[in-house]
């Protein structure tokens, strides 16, 4: 597997995992992005549930250029307390507001699907290459447990009685163990890919120079890890980004010199604490240009903090 070798995945790991401890606040997500870059949408399905509370929550959100706020979006069905009720086997599942995942092919191909008055989904991901494993939960962390896989999406969503086709390259990831408020939590994570070219970047943005600490860059073939690099970013005066800058080198001395143009922006609380700015985003990379994702997160009081600085720095008129 691409990220640290030392951990493998099988084709269980397609399905839910078992909580190893009763810990409440034990998590597992799937997620699955995609977008129509011609019309500026962007959209997630992101169930997540809590099987030590017997929780779901999550569920399908779409945004273009016209909002930042959820009441903005094209659309958003977004729980945090469902009741999750029997739980079955992801490979083929439904969750109770209705997303339906099945895998075609294990930790290779998904298929999606959504239907409720306003909007349905229908959707094929097919992986562009293996899953980038960050843990398989061997620390008490966010993230412990954790893989990310670029791929092809093809389908269509259906919005208002509007049929829109889908054909785009985009992101997965999974993750399962702890989700804990963390107070100072700042996550940088950044992607691109194309049917040829691929990069992910997570980095510091509190540390100085924003580091890049992992990641992977995909070319020529071959994938390997980002060992170093730096993330320079560009915000509104209200605190949404609009231009990234990530230049890094991978594990085998290859540059990655990625420029980041946001073409939307979701202001996005993925739980009550985590806050995110989710911009679809037009990348130049690796002398291709692809589109991807700029995600920027914090705690949400530390973004507050951060949103009021930035209105005491503005001078009065």
């Known amino acids: 597997m691409l990220g640290d070798k030392t951990i493998q995945l099988g084709p269980t790991d397609d399905s839910f995992h078992a909580s190893p401890t009763p810990d409440p606040l034990w998590n ?18 992101y169930p997540w549930i809590r099987r030590n509370q017997n929780l779901y929550g999550g569920g399908v959100i779409i945004w273009d250029d016209r909002g930042h706020l959820p009441w903005d979006a094209l659309w958003w069905d977004w729980s945090w307390n469902h009741p999750l009720g029997e739980l079955g086997d992801l490979r083929d599942f439904t969750f109770p507001t209705g997303i339906h995942i099945r895998c075609l092919e294990p930790l290779k191909a998904y ?41 092809h999406l093809t389908g269509h969503l259906v919005l208002e009685g509007e049929k829109i086709p889908v054909d785009c390259y985009s992101m997965r990831d999974r993750s399962w163990g702890p989700r804990v408020e963390d107070p100072d939590f700042r996550l940088g994570w950044d992607h691109a890919q194309t049917a040829t070219d691929a990069f992910l970047s997570y980095s510091s943005p509190d540390e100085p120079g924003s580091p890049v600490t992992r990641g992977f860059l995909w070319r020529d073939g071959t994938a390997a890890e980002l ?5 320079k970013i560009e915000r509104q005066d209200n605190g949404a980004p609009t231009r990234v ?30 806050f995110t700015w989710n911009c679809l985003t037009r990348w130049a990379f690796s002398d291709v240009v692809g589109w ?8 949400l009081e530390k973004f507050r903090s951060f949103r009021r600085s930035l209105n005491a720095s503005t001078p009065t008129p």
Not at 120 to 128: C, I, N, Q
């Open 28 to 45: 597992e997500t799937t997620w699955f992005s995609f977008s129509v870059p011609e019309r500026a949408i962007q959209g997630y399905v």
């Open 227 to 231: 060992v170093s690099g730096t993330r």
């Open 111 to 151: 298929h999606l699907s959504y239907e409720r008055p306003g909007c349905a989904l229908d959707l094929t991901f097919e992986a562009l290459i293996e899953p980038h494993v960050v843990g398989r939960g061997d620390w008490d962390a966010a993230f412990s447990a954790h893989f990310d896989q670029p791929g």
């Open 245 to 274: 800058v990530i230049e890094a080198e991978d594990a085998l001395g290859r540059r990655l010199e990625a420029t980041g143009r946001c073409v939307n922006g979701m202001a996005f609380l993925a739980t009550p604490w985590m």
């Open 292 to 299: 991807g994702e700029l995600q920027d997160t914090w705690h």
